[in-house]
């Protein structure tokens, strides 16, 4: 009967360390070098496209922006300056 208990705890202790100790869910086993190298070289091929694409988009709305307020303003015509 002892042993049977002894058992018993080793296990509740083993299946602890892979659940959750809040809700008791079963976690994930923590992620291998390799998976977090692939992680961060796949966030360094996201920024280094966004954030050319980002400034780009920038420039290109600047440009878009001060055309059309080009047309709000009001110019007159150097014709009826008098520059005398």
Not at 5 to 11: L, V
Not at 14 to 19: D, I, L, P
Request: glycine share 6%.
């Amino acid at each position: 009967m002892r042993k049977q208990i002894e058992n018993s705890r080793k296990t509740e202790e083993t299946t602890v360390g892979n659940r959750c100790p809040h809700c008791g869910a079963q976690t994930t086993q923590p992620a291998g070098t390799r998976d977090i190298v692939i992680d961060i070289l796949g966030c360094l091929l996201l920024l280094a496209v966004l954030v050319p694409l980002a400034y780009f988009g920038s420039c290109w709305l600047n440009q878009q922006l001060q055309a059309h307020a080009s047309h709000f303003l009001w110019h007159e015509p150097l014709d009826y300056w008098n520059l005398r």
